[in-house]
């Protein structure tokens, strides 16, 4: 059997192809799905932030890693499912209505899946009311909402109003980000959480759920 250590390098380096490969050898080696998830694939994908974070990584690796990390996790996940394992939380991420624009939203998904957590990516044009439904299933939910437009970025503020409307705010914590946002719109709009990269993303999920 391929030593699972192997799975930290592969995502680090973006090699999707032999994340895979550890990942199906472990699995028949009878290794723990979480632990796989817990020892090697979070941390890497935590580095892979960190690197970003440092300027030694950039948008390129990220995606090849977030990749990699996908290759892994679609192999993982059912077998974590079978085991009732509890992700770190769940996300309902998507571009609010009028914004075409996924490429930042797709890395903050595929950052969040690699942290732990459990993604509900709602696409692109998202109107208000298919939030708030999503929302609906399950309490505790994280609502990320992304816009890259100055033109589209007001949608976020009624996105947070139809959550409050449908009496859902108290439970749902919403997090913002793309080019044209700022901590200082997040404030304006009543958002909770803010962030202007990827890796920052999960940081900023992490300490939502925790509160």
């Known amino acids: 059997m391929a030593d699972p250590a192997g799975l930290y390098d592969a995502i680090l380096t973006g090699n999707a192809k032999q994340a895979a490969e550890v990942t199906t050898e472990a699995l028949a080696a009878n290794v723990d799905p979480s632990e796989l998830l817990n020892k090697y694939m979070i941390p890497a994908m935590d580095e892979v932030g960190r690197r970003f974070e440092c300027n030694e990584y950039f948008v390129p690796e990220l995606l090849i890693a977030a990749r990699a990390m996908k290759a892994s996790l679609e192999l993982l996940t059912p077998k974590m499912a079978e085991a009732g394992t509890e992700s770190a939380g769940r996300v309902v991420i998507g571009t609010v209505k009028g914004d075409l624009h996924d490429i930042g939203k797709n890395l903050v998904a595929s950052m969040l899946e690699g942290g732990g957590f459990e993604v509900i990516d709602l696409g692109v044009d998202v109107p208000a009311e298919k939030f708030v439904d999503a929302v609906k299933e399950k309490d505790g939910t994280i609502l990320a909402l992304s816009a ?5 970025m007001t949608m976020m503020k ?5 959550i409050e409307a449908a009496g859902l705010r108290q439970k749902t914590k919403v997090m913002i980000g793309g080019a044209p946002i700022t901590q200082e719109y997040a404030n304006e709009i009543g958002a909770d959480g803010y962030s202007d990269n990827a890796s920052a993303a999960v940081a900023v999920a ?3 759920t925790s509160k």
Do not use: G, P, S
């Not at 890259?148 to 589209?152: E, G, I, K, N």
């Not at 009624?158 to 139809?162: G, K, L, N, Q, Y």
């Open 158 to 162: 009624t996105v947070i109003e139809a």
């Open 148 to 152: 890259l437009l100055t033109t589209t």
């Open 206 to 208: 992490r300490k939502l």
